[in-house]
């Protein structure tokens, strides 16, 4: 009984002690405790680097034939005056637009088909067994088909590009999609929201978690595939660059083409990972995750 | 900020309430029935609370009323302030349900017409959230979250408040400064409300009237005429609550 008594006493003040903690608070999740001895920067380069100045001392003493492994001096050198003869520039913007083209075909047919399958019972049941067999064909064993209905020209590789993108785009967008909270969605139900400002406000931001790790896996479909197709079947593009080296035992060409390549990867994934930052602030996961 | 806040409340006492008449309420879920035979009527700018044991249908009650669910049969009326027009219903859950990408501001404001918008960080500022209106909810504390969810739905200036267990997952203290908070609003607004919960305390000290549902059944309807504000430990109420927990314990093993 004493406690009863004691009760109502409590609220007005509890709110005014509360509220200073809360107001506090807020900073410190966002704010993870930074390992009292992180390392400093300059060890996260250390491997690399030494890979780097040992593949180098390696050739410079030739320990190994340059032909095999030139150094990463020829290569620089290489690139420069690839670069400077235009001939680079001229592969590389090929290859961006393969990519570009291909991924926004892929990429936006599989956002568009995961929205249909995720929202409504009867496109999952028309489309999604279909998708799903498609899917288990490795996209790159088509290849001798497309060149025979495309030849060797753009189509076949941004045809390639795109079927390699569509699936994870795709496959992500349902899930997220599904992983999208129905309590949420029925408090916009309930709060008057119409259908389609349901999968505006509600759906689409619950599931772009989802989507981006799609785009991003995406991102490295579009770059394997691209590799094959201009290595196999091309008469321009950084693998027609190497291929073409190759005949002429240009090792240091065909190493700058795989640096490339690692450069391009590198830079999608950035890419993507300024988006899911951007898109994502909200996300406490991906708003601690910001120094990385 | 409280004295541009005055004018628009003292506007809303003129509308009040919507009326609630269900008659013959049946909700089934294929053969496991949850509402029987449900008769209830609610006036104007009342406040119910509706006790019960878990899986006595409280919930799908508010969600029939809501719009969230069909009713299998029965009438469901709602009639609004002046009889005119449909009546707003807005609900609570015992979940904050922010939606997470949104500042709390436009959590509050979701769904809200253009010329309703700043009721929603008027609101805000009455639930004692002033200066957070930018935050991510998830920044905040549960309690915070559910005041902001409080806010949400009392910007649309609904005919009817739907609450469900609002305050069930709140700490003890914390729960009842949201009771007090609650009140205080609805004398201001004079909205109509149905509060489910688990907590016969919460239902005495808030409501007007408890209405006891078992069993998918309207078991017992009765006032609570007890002045406000109520002590939580009034003798008076805690007899009340003495008889009902008894009540409800009758209840329980019939299950």
């Known amino acids: ?292 | 900020m409280a004295s541009q806040l005055q004018p628009r409340l003292q506007s809303l006492t003129e509308v009040s309430g919507a009326e609630v008449q269900l008659r013959g309420l049946h909700k089934a879920f294929g053969a496991r029935i949850v509402l029987r035979d449900l008769d209830l009527a609610v006036g104007t700018s009342e406040f119910v609370a509706v006790l019960g044991p878990s899986g006595g249908g409280k919930s799908t009650l508010l969600k029939i009323l809501a719009g969230l669910e069909p009713p299998t049969d029965g009438q469901v009326q709602l009639v609004g302030a002046g009889g005119g027009g449909e009546p707003t219903v807005r609900i609570m859950f015992q979940e904050d349900r922010l939606l997470p990408w949104l500042s709390t501001l436009d959590n509050v404001a979701i769904g809200l017409p253009r010329d309703l918008r700043n009721s929603a960080s008027e609101l805000l500022v009455a639930v004692g959230l002033k200066g957070r209106e930018r935050d991510w909810p998830t920044v905040l504390s549960g309690g915070q979250r559910q005041r902001a969810a409080l806010a949400r739905a009392l910007a649309h200036r609904p005919d009817l408040l739907l609450l469900d267990e609002p305050f069930g997952a709140l700490d003890a203290l914390t729960r009842t400064t949201m009771q007090d908070l609650l009140l205080s609003l609805w004398q201001r607004e004079r909205n109509t409300v149905l509060l489910v919960t688990h907590d016969v305390e919460e239902a005495l000290v808030l409501a007007d009237r408890v209405v006891l549902l078992i069993d998918g059944r309207l078991d017992d309807d009765f006032r609570v005429d007890l002045p406000r504000p109520r002590r939580r430990g009034d003798a008076h109420l805690a007899a009340l609550k003495e008889q009902l927990l008894d009540r409800l314990h009758q209840a329980e093993p019939s299950r």
Do not use: C
């Open chain 1, 1 to 292: 009984m004493s406690l009863e008594v004691a009760a109502p006493a409590a609220p007005a003040s509890s709110l005014r002690t509360h509220r200073p903690h809360h107001a506090a608070s807020p900073a410190l999740p966002t704010r993870p405790g930074r390992r009292a001895t992180a390392p400093p920067a300059f060890v996260y380069w250390l491997v690399p680097v030494g890979v780097i100045v040992a593949v180098e001392l390696a050739s410079r003493l030739a320990l190994v034939p340059a032909w095999l492994l030139p150094a990463p001096s020829a290569v620089a050198v290489t690139a420069w005056s690839l670069i400077v003869s235009g001939e680079l520039p001229q592969h590389l913007l090929v290859s961006l637009r393969r990519v570009a083209i291909g991924l926004s075909i892929g990429a936006s047919l599989g956002l568009l088909l995961g929205f249909a399958v995720g929202l409504s019972r009867w496109m999952e049941a028309l489309a999604d067994l279909s998708l799903q067999m498609l899917r288990t064909i490795p996209h790159l064993a088509l290849l001798p088909l497309v060149i025979v209905w495309f030849g060797i020209g753009e189509e076949a590789k941004i045809f390639l590009v795109a079927l390699g993108t569509l699936f994870p785009t795709y496959i992500n967008t349902v899930h997220g999609i599904r992983n999208v909270d129905a309590k949420l969605t029925e408090m916009a139900q309930a709060y008057g929201l119409t259908p389609r400002e349901r999968v505006l406000q509600v759906v689409l931001p619950g599931a772009l978690p989802g989507i981006l790790v799609g785009l991003r896996y995406a991102f490295g479909v579009a770059w394997l595939t691209l590799v094959v197709g201009e290595t196999i079947a091309a008469s321009s593009g950084i693998g027609y660059l190497a291929m073409d080296a190759r005949l002429f035992m240009r090792t240091d060409v065909i190493l700058l083409s795989v640096v490339i390549y690692a450069l391009l990867g590198a830079a999608s994934d950035g890419l993507s990972r300024l988006m899911e930052r951007r898109f994502l602030r909200w996300h406490p996961n991906y708003n601690r995750a910001s120094k990385a």
